[in-house]
């Protein structure tokens, strides 16, 4: 059987990079899926519904950001799918932002990566934790960042926020416990996403080969290489694992 079977999962930033393959992952596990980004995750849900039928999956164009925006998320699906087991805080502003020194960074920009990498993941958990309550049974996937963990430099609002996700996740992993809901954060390394090849490439030039000296396992990563943690996560499997980050990252980082 699918590991997901019967389960219905949000997964926040699905419409493209990395999200787009969680989401087919999640699906293809038996999970029923709500896809919310601020992009047009309509033609992900097509190909999803293509191969598991139009009653597996759906989309909603939502900013994260956005307290009513996220509640009128919550409410579709429950609508929709009548509950929510799984919940993926994937959404970030991420692969547009540019390298800056901390000094250069303006307030505006460190207001709007706190607002989405923070406050979104915040909100999300916020509203969908009282219908895993009201179930005693939840799983909640909080991507996070090996930037955290080694602090890189020219990203200060962003290792910031997933950090802050990280510690989220622990905090609130204490709060949700006595439901039976697991909180954990999954912490990608630099990885080869859509995103970051079509919209950052001076990112790409300047990351990926260091990124490969620091690792193990010498290699470039794939979207691909998450979505075995991303299932174990979100399935029974992991259902005595809460407030931990597993760092899927060829072993650049030792959490
Ligand atoms: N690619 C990497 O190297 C890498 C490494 C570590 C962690 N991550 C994390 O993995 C996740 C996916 O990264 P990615 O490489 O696919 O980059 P990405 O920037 O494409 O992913 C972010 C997704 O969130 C969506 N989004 C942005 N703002 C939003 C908002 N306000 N509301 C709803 N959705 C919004 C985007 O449309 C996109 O689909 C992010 O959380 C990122 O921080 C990525």
Known sequence: MARLEGRVAILTGGAKGIGRHYAGALAKEGARLMIADVADGRQVAADIAREHGANSVASSVTDVSDESA???LVATTMERFGKIDILVNNAALFAPLAEQKFTDIDIALWDRVMAINVRGVFLMAKHVAPHMIAQKYGKIINI???TVARGIPL???YVTSKGAVTAFTRATSRELGEHNICVNNLAPGFTLSDSVIDENPQHLQHSRAPSITRRALKRDEYPEDLLGA????ASADSDFITGQTI???GGATNN
């Open 155 to 157: 990203f200060a609002h």
């Open 70 to 72: 996220v509640k009128a």
């Open 230 to 233: 991303l299932v174990f996560l």
């Open 144 to 146: 996070s960042s090996g």
């Open 247 to 249: 760092a899927v990252d």
